[in-house]
Every structure is written in C-alpha cells, then in structure tokens.
C-alpha cells in the first residue's frame, strides 16, 4: 500500500500548491553559498595581507561566522513578523539603506570617521534612492537585490579605480564609459576582503527582508506616499545640506574620508556641468570663426622647426611686488633667465590659480580658453573626447606632437586629456633614468628634465617639425625643512627680510631652474634649425602664510582685488634661435600664450587662435580673477566689463569645448 505522505505530494505538485516560505528562504540560502564556495578560489587574495602576505584568520572567521547566522535564518520561521506590515515595511527600506551605507564604508577610500553628519551626508542619498527603486518594485525583496546591486557596484568600482588611478569616480566619468571598458581590459580586478565582506551583507540583506511582510497591491496613495517622502528629502539634502560641503579635487582622499564616497561623489556634480552662454547657437559661432579664417605662416619670414613649449612648476619672480623682495634678497636667484634680451619675448603672465591647480594654467595656455567660463580643473571635469588646442594646430601643420612631464600619467587626467588634444606620446616618470642624481628632494629635476627634452630632440629626423610640451617638477610643494635630504642644500639666505625658511628653499629652487634654463638655451642657440623656446610658470608657490603680507606691505586681507592680482602673476620668456621682434609685455594672460607662441613660431594658425590674438589687443588679461583691457582698466568679473567682445570669446569658447569637431 502507497504511504500516505507519498500521494499528498503528488496531489500538491498535480495542484501546483507552493512550496512553504522556509523552504524558500533554504534554498536561497543554498544557492548563495554554493556561490561563494565557487568564488572562493578567485577570492582567496583576499584573506592575505596585501603587504607582508601573512594569513588573517580573523576575516576568514568573521565571514564564516556571518554565513553561519545567515544559515540560522533561513530555517527559521517568524510568522509574527506578517503583522503591521506597514510598520515592517519602513523598517525594511531602512535597513536596506543602512546595509548600503555598510557597503560603502567597507570600501571606504580614506580613513573615514563615523560621525553624525557623515551618516546623515551618506544615509539620505542612499534613502532617497532606496524608496524611489521601492516606488516602482513595490517589493522589498526586489528592491533589496536592486539597491544592493547598485550600492555594491558603485563602491566596489570606486574602490578599484582608486586602486588603480589613485582618485575616486567622478560624476562626469559617465562620458567616458567607453573608453574606461577598453582601459580595464587591460587590468586584472582581484576579489579582496571588502568584495567578500559587501556580498555577505548583501546575502544576509536578502535572509533579513524575505522574513518581512508581502506587499500589498499597488495603490495612489502608497506610490504618492514614497514619492512624497522621497521629494521631501531631496529638498532637505539639496538646500540644508549640500551647500555645507567642502570640495576640493586636489585632496579628494580627504574629501571622501571627511563626506563620505556617496556624499563626495554628489558635491562634484556642479563642477561636471559647463554652462551654455545665454544667446549661444552653434551655427553662429561656426559662421563666425568660418568668417575669421586661418591665419596662414608668413613666407618672407623665418617658421620655427622646433617648438618647445615648457611649464615651469611654480616657476615666479616677485618683482611684480616691487622692490622690498629685490632688497631683501643677497643676489637674483634667476639672472641668465632675467638676461635674456635678444630675439626674446618677455613679460607678465597673470593666471587664474595660486599654490596649485597647475592644470588650470596648463589647461588656458594649451587650448585657448579662460577658466573664467570652464569650471576649476577642466582637465578632469571636460575632457570627454577631442578638444582643439595649439597642439591639434600644430599636428595639421605637420609637427610631431610630443608630452612629458615627470611624475605619474594620471595625474589630473593627463593620460586621457593629452590624447585628447591632440599629443601623439607623453613620457613620464616611470620611462625616465631613476638614477638618483636626476632628482632634488624626490622631485625629477629640472637639469634631468631638460638633458631629456635635448635628447628627445637628438632623436628626430633632420628638419622634421618638432613639438614639445613639457611639464616640470622640481620646484613643486611643500617647501618644508623635512622636504630636504643628503644631495641638496638651501642657498639662499634671507635673514633680512625675516624668518622665512621656506621662501629660502623655493628661492634655492629657482637658482636650480635659472642654470638648467641656461644649458637649454646656450644648446639650442647652436643649433641651426629654427627654435623657438616658450618658457612660463603654472602659479606661484603657497609659502608661509604671512610671507605675502611681507611683499605686499599690509595684510594680504587689507589689500584691494586689483592689487591682489600680483599673487596670480608668473614670468614668461618666448625665446628663438632666429631673429623675431624683442619686445616686453607688461599683461596677458595665460590663454592668449599659446596663440602668441604660434605667432612667433610663423607658422599656421586657426581661427580661434587669430580671435584671441585680436581679443588680446581689446582685453589683454581675461582670468578668473578678474579682467584687464588695453586702456589698463581693470575689472572684478565680465559683468562689470561688459563687452560685446567678451560676450562673443565666452560663446565661441563653449564652441570650442562642447560642439567643435
């Protein structure tokens, strides 16, 4: 005779009645662990120190541990948990958003403190999105494996990218996806112990929520309800406490360990945006540089075959404050630079940075355009694709176009944004001779760098059109005592004009950069070729705070924001082997340099370049920190100047960064 408990499950399975909830619970339970069982070979690493490669039992235990209770909770049932389904339900969605909250500071980049205001910084966004995702699921379940999904993801690839690329994601990497999945194919992504430790709080999320009251049907009110609340905290986020944000691209570690990585990541989103001009339409601005035409090389004049364009770091001469430093200061730490006369071009280079964001100066004098209308650091807010530039200009011309710059090809996006603009290669630190000679407190010195720009040359092809755009790195910060070691001492002694030990430093800097200057020009000014030199600084150095008070003569704080602007000035020389027009420049800002270059290169020149050289001649400094015309009047901002012209460089600059081809 056929056992009873036989036939019932045939008569269940015939009548298609449903498995019980911990029957359920069990076998999801089975599945994630057979998934982790199976990952264990890939993530094995994980549970070894990164350093030393000695064991750690502790995270092998602790996540035994975590699956163990996950195992208790799915062959438990809790019928009293269908009860109050509403309150369960608000309890659900905020445990959903801690357990991301938890993902995040596992892969947290930096060393973050647990502090009220980075909770609330962090949990809200996560909230918002958690019930939005809930809004559209109407279920807790799936919206737990939606929001975990999301919130393992985003961490996860933060976290590799700053392994990787030593900076976080950014909101406007979302333009280059593409161009990221070709880069990480070339990279091998290792599981570590916070992509286990993300996966176990996921699973345990899922054994938690499956316990949790069924949804009830859809309805106008609950979906009005969450998107209600959703709203509400959207406006309480963006009016109470996005605008108590810091935010800094340089120190993005100390961003994300103060904000938090979701925090960090939403106080970014303005600088991705670059505003249109009010009247901009493209057609227009390309009818008008169409209407403008190319500037072509004048034949009855010497062209330039090489072109070497260097960025000297914090590279600064206080003259511009008159001459309190002059006195103060036993000899001139830059005399062969301060020589120059013949067949030179000199002056005044007023820049929209001060002790850092080098890539603002470099970002002006490579493409033309002001940081008065792009936000701070473009290098790593706008480059999304191609962007014209001199050295797109000089690629049509015919010159090889070649980069180098001393440390790391990431830093401030160069790897990307130099391709970008047009570079054929660029060298960095790890493909120069590390012989510890080349270096001057653990920076690549501007002796060695220059010795490679000569070498570099050496290697071309006679008379090929040579380029190349170099950026140093001897001179950068800090200027502390701690900064020196046993190769290289300080020079220069300014007892006269107070206790200053780093302007001491800085100035014993420049005595270095003055003589690798000179070797330069004295081997270029033998070879017969056409050469022409541009040599400027990217900002002046942040030294002891009252050290500009010393120069100015008055607490910085007192002076006016015209006299302010000679703390954003830097020198600049275009030198030739050949002869061109000598003559001095008391004011130009860096955007206009490159085309100024180009000038005095003799060689082809867009549209876009020859504006701004007639641009020159009406406003000859147009920077974030103010403007100045031909007349020497100056100007807070482009409201108070109000000039058609400037109207017009403002819409065709956003041509040039967003719609140009």
Same mark, same amino acid.
């Given at each position: 005779m056929e056992d009873k408990h036989i036939v019932r499950k045939r008569k269940d399975r015939k009548m298609g009645t449903k498995k019980p909830e911990w029957a359920k619970r069990r076998r999801f339970f089975l599945c994630t662990f057979a998934l982790f069982l199976i990952s264990l070979p890939w993530s094995y690493r994980g549970f070894f120190d990164a350093e030393t490669g000695d064991f750690r039992p502790?995270?092998?235990?602790?996540?035994?541990?975590?699956?163990?209770?996950?195992?208790?909770?799915?062959?438990?049932?809790?019928?009293?948990?269908?009860?109050?389904?509403?309150?369960?339900?608000? %309890?659900?969605?905020? !445990?959903?958003?801690?357990?991301?909250?938890?993902?995040?500071?596992?892969?947290?980049?930096?060393?973050?403190?647990?502090?009220?205001?980075?909770?609330?910084?962090?949990?809200?966004?996560?909230?918002?999105?958690?019930?939005?995702? @809930?809004?559209?699921?109407?279920?807790?379940?799936?919206?737990?494996?939606?929001?975990? %999904?999301?919130?393992?993801?985003?961490?996860?690839?933060?976290?590799?990218?700053?392994?990787?690329?030593?900076? =976080?994601?950014?909101?406007?990497?979302?333009?280059?996806?593409?161009?990221?999945?070709?880069?990480?194919?070339?990279?091998?992504?290792?599981?570590?112990?916070? &992509?286990i430790a993300s996966y176990l709080i996921f699973v345990i999320l899922h054994q938690l929520v499956i316990f949790l009251p069924k949804e009830s049907e859809r309805s106008v009110k609950k979906a009005g309800a969450n998107a209600a609340v959703a709203a509400c905290l959207v406006l309480i986020y963006a009016y109470g406490i996005f605008p108590q944000f810091s935010t800094s691209i340089w120190a993005v570690i100390f961003n994300n360990a103060e904000n938090g990585t979701v925090a960090s990541f939403i106080s970014y989103l303005p600088w991705a945006f670059l505003e249109k001009p009010e009247g901009y339409d493209t057609a227009e601005a390309e009818a008008y540089l169409e209407k403008v035409g190319e500037t072509k090389a004048d034949e009855s004049r010497t062209s330039a075959v090489n072109i070497i364009m260097i960025m000297d770091e914090s590279m600064t001469d206080y003259a511009v404050f008159g001459d309190r430093m002059a006195e103060a200061l036993p000899e001139d730490p830059m005399p062969f630079f301060h020589s120059l006369q013949e067949n030179t071009v000199r002056g005044n280079l007023y820049v929209s940075c001060y002790g850092g964001n080098t890539c603002d100066t470099e970002f002006e004098s490579l493409t033309g355009n002001s940081i008065l209308y792009a936000p701070n650091t473009p290098f790593e807010t706008q480059f999304h694709g191609?962007?014209?530039?001199?050295?797109?200009?000089?690629?049509?011309?015919?010159?090889?176009?070649?980069?180098? @710059? =001393?440390?790391?090809?990431?830093?401030?996006?160069?790897?990307?944004?130099?391709?970008?603009?047009?570079?054929?290669?660029?060298?960095?630190?790890?493909?120069?001779?590390?012989?510890?000679?080349?270096?001057?407190?653990?920076?690549?010195?501007?002796?060695?760098?220059?010795?490679?720009?000569?070498?570099?040359?050496?290697?071309?092809?006679?008379?090929?059109?040579?380029?190349?755009?170099?950026?140093?790195?001897?001179?950068?910060?800090?200027?502390?005592?701690?900064?020196?070691?046993?190769?290289?001492?300080?020079?220069?002694?300014?007892?006269? &004009?107070?206790?200053?030990?780093?302007?001491?430093?800085?100035?014993?800097?420049?005595?270095?950069?003055?003589?690798? %200057?000179?070797?330069?020009?004295?081997?270029?000014?033998?070879?017969?070729? =056409?050469?022409?030199?541009?040599?400027? !600084?990217? @900002?002046?150095?942040?030294?002891?705070?009252?050290?500009?008070?010393?120069?100015?003569?008055?607490?910085?704080?007192?002076?006016? @924001?015209?006299?302010?602007?000679?703390?954003?000035?830097? =020198?600049?020389?275009?030198?030739?082997?050949?002869?061109?027009e000598e003559t001095t420049i008391d004011k130009m800002s860096a955007n206009y340099l490159g085309p100024m270059l180009l000038r005095y290169a003799n060689v082809d020149m867009s549209a876009y370049d020859t504006f701004l050289l007639d641009l020159y001649e009406n406003y000859p400094v147009i920077a974030s920190t103010g403007i100045y015309d031909a007349q020497g009047n100056f100007y807070d901002n482009e409201e108070e100047a109000d000039s058609e012209r400037i109207d017009l460089y403002q819409k065709l600059q956003y041509y040039q960064m967003k719609d140009a081809k």
């Open positions: 502790l995270w092998l235990v602790l996540c035994v541990a975590v699956w163990a209770a996950a195992a208790a909770l799915s062959f438990v049932k809790w019928e009293g948990f269908q009860k109050r389904a509403t309150l369960w339900r608000e %309890i659900g969605l905020l !445990g959903i958003s801690v357990a991301g909250l938890a993902m995040f500071c596992i892969f947290s980049v930096g060393d973050y403190q647990l502090t009220p205001w980075f909770v609330i910084s962090n949990l809200i966004p996560i909230y918002i999105l958690v019930r939005i995702i @809930h809004l559209f699921a109407n279920s807790l379940t799936l919206t737990a494996t939606i929001a975990g %999904i999301i919130c393992l993801a985003f961490a996860g690839v933060n976290f590799y990218v700053y392994e990787l690329r030593a900076r =976080p994601i950014y909101p406007w990497d979302i333009f280059s996806l593409g161009t990221a999945a070709v880069v990480a194919e070339d990279y091998q992504i290792v599981a570590c112990v916070q &992509l191609p962007m014209p530039s001199i050295v797109s200009t000089l690629k049509e011309d015919g010159y090889e176009a070649i980069a180098m @710059h =001393p440390l790391g090809a990431a830093d401030w996006n160069r790897d990307d944004v130099y391709r970008y603009l047009g570079f054929t290669s660029f060298t960095t630190l790890e493909d120069l001779d590390q012989d510890e000679e080349n270096f001057i407190r653990g920076n690549y010195s501007d002796q060695a760098d220059f010795a490679w720009i000569i070498n570099r040359y050496e290697q071309k092809k006679e008379g090929d059109p040579f380029f190349l755009f170099n950026v140093t790195m001897q001179n950068h910060g800090g200027y502390g005592q701690e900064t020196l070691d046993g190769n290289w001492q300080v020079s220069t002694d300014l007892s006269a &004009l107070g206790d200053y030990p780093q302007a001491e430093l800085f100035f014993s800097l420049m005595k270095e950069t003055d003589q690798a %200057i000179e070797k330069l020009v004295t081997y270029f000014s033998q070879v017969e070729e =056409p050469t022409i030199i541009c040599i400027y !600084g990217d @900002h002046q150095p942040d030294l002891q705070d009252d050290f500009l008070d010393v120069l100015y003569g008055e607490p910085e704080s007192e002076v006016s @924001h015209q006299e302010r602007q000679k703390k954003y000035t830097t =020198p600049f020389v275009i030198w030739a082997n050949y002869d061109i």
